[in-house]
């Protein structure tokens, strides 16, 4: 009879035990899958309030909207302190919710502050968010961009920190520091011909607490003509195995391969 019961009890802590590290490895496969997923999401988003914040603030052109090229949706306020004296505030309001370009809902308020016109070496460029939210998405936190001197080949060239959270579901957090080079479009009043070259890293916050490196390992070339990124690789070392996210030779399209142990797969960057 003590050796049944001892036996039971056994057979219970195994079953406990197997439960959890089963438990564990189901969370940490799900934190892996998302890797790819999260980091899409918060591109597309990016790419959606950086386009705004571009075209509003263009060096050079900055009371022009980029030569009247409306790319701002209509349902977006902007109430601008004055373009003649720095620190200038810019307040973007898309309200309740404004529909603009691609079909992408956004609400809330972004605050830029400038301490002069981007073309002019050691200017800077704030931006926090209030309540915003992209397709139902909260981001918060700041990006902090900042004028350096051009490169070699005479290309303005800008440093950039992000400290930003995306909550969905859960909140992620991400912490990067990147060099941004504008390799096409810098000297002319138009933007849809804007072609940015970006490298850096940082590390990502999941919702487990895990820590995980984010290396952009071949340069990220953003053109505006196209609207996606068209190429460039973002390497993600998670617990379970290192990604990597390739999106091209330059070709515009809407795709990118996600390469994890020896298989890839095709996502699309909407």
Known sequence: MIRMKNLNKTI???IISSALILGCKKDQNTDDASAAS??????????????????ITKSGFIDTNCAGEGFLASCVT?????????????????GDGCVG????????TIHITLTNDMSEIGATRTV?????????KQLSGNR???????TTDGEPQFTRSVDMTITHINTIERHFTENIVWTSGYDTEACGDNVFTITGSGYIVRPSGAVVNRTISIPLVRDFICGYTVSGVVTIDAPNGVRIIDFGNGTCDDEATV????????????
């Open 12 to 14: 219970h802590i195994a």
């Open 38 to 55: 999260n980091e899409v999401t918060f591109m597309v988003a990016e790419k959606s309030f950086s386009d705004d914040i571009e075209h």
């Open 78 to 94: 902007v109430t601008d302190s004055g373009e003649d004296e720095y620190p200038r505030t810019i307040i973007l309001d898309y």
């Open 101 to 108: 370009p691609g079909g992408n809902m956004r609400s809330g």
């Open 128 to 136: 926090t968010f209030q309540d915003f939210a992209f397709n139902s």
């Open 144 to 150: 902090i961009t900042t004028r350096v001197a051009n």
């Open 259 to 270: 390469i994890f142990n020896g298989t890839s797969t095709t996502i699309t960057l909407h």
